[in-house]
């Protein structure tokens, strides 16, 4: 099967994905979802561990933009066939530093409100590590024309889903479709398509650990009894999702193009 064909049969299943998110029967949010198990107080500061464990997301987005612009300002790099191809990377790392804010806002005061905050730059991140993979394995024009798209899907996935909590359903079908269907499918281009960079298959290791990091952040309070409390499922899930993105990083700043 030819790469144009795969593509066209990948968009097709992609709306039918949307499709088939729109008629399921809504996923409301659970009712104690912000109830996180660890609520502990130090220095002043309310459910200190979920708050402070953000600032590894910072660490690693600053990482990020230190690396891409020292790309910038080297003219022999060898990390982007093209400068341009840089600009989800670009996106991908600014949207982990606002993460950092979106969720410490969030820890100090969970609400519905404050978590769009959270959940709009992941997502929005994950748009562009899409955008990223489809500019170094399939079309380099494509994929840059992608990320708007991308973007804006996201953003719509948690605008829709706080507009169904303000009607009083709550809907978190194609927020949920977003943020999965977009890993499945970095995945699936993965596997399909040969990258221009060498070191390229270690995004297995990027998406393995977000998988461990979303486990981590379902056995919320079961991890906290197991290590007596020691730390919790969510704080353990921000610093496992940063090192993640951290790991992104480190990807970049090793791979070279592969010569043809």
């Known amino acids: 099967m030819n790469k144009q064909r795969e593509l066209w049969i990948l968009g097709g299943l992609s709306i039918v994905v949307g499709i088939v998110a729109g008629l399921l029967p809504p996923l409301p949010q659970p009712a104690g979802y912000h109830e996180f198990v660890d609520q502990r107080s130090f220095f002043g500061i309310l459910n200190f561990n979920d708050v402070m464990s953000n600032l590894a997301f910072l660490f690693s987005a600053v990482a990020g933009m230190v690396f891409l612009f020292r790309i910038h300002r080297t003219p022999e790099q060898r990390s982007f066939a093209q400068l341009n191809e840089s600009l989800p990377y670009w996106v991908l790392f600014l949207s982990v530093g606002v993460v950092t804010l979106g969720s410490i806002g969030y820890h100090l005061a969970p609400d519905n409100d404050r978590l769009v905050w959270d959940r709009l730059p992941i997502v929005i991140a994950l748009a562009a590590l899409l955008s990223a993979t489809l500019v170094e394995r399939v079309d380099r024009t494509a994929g840059l ?5 991308f973007m804006t899907l996201a953003a ?3 605008w829709y889903w ?3 909590e303000v009607q009083g359903t709550g809907n978190l079908n194609f927020y949920i479709v977003t943020q999965f269907y977009s890993i499945l499918l970095i995945v699936w281009i993965s596997a399909r398509f040969p990258s221009r ?3 390229a298959g270690d995004i297995y290791q990027v998406i393995a ?4 990091a979303k486990v981590a952040e379902m056995l919320d309070g079961e991890i906290f009894i197991w290590i007596d409390g020691l730390i919790s499922g969510h704080t353990l899930k921000h610093l496992i999702a940063a090192y993640a993105v951290y790991q992104i990083v480190r990807i970049l700043r090793k791979r070279r193009i592969i010569d043809p």
């Open 197 to 199: 960079y060498n070191h």
């Open 145 to 149: 024309w992608a990320l708007p798209v």
């Open 209 to 212: 650990l977000y998988a461990v």
């Open 162 to 164: 706080h507009w169904t």
């Open 156 to 158: 719509l996935s948690v």
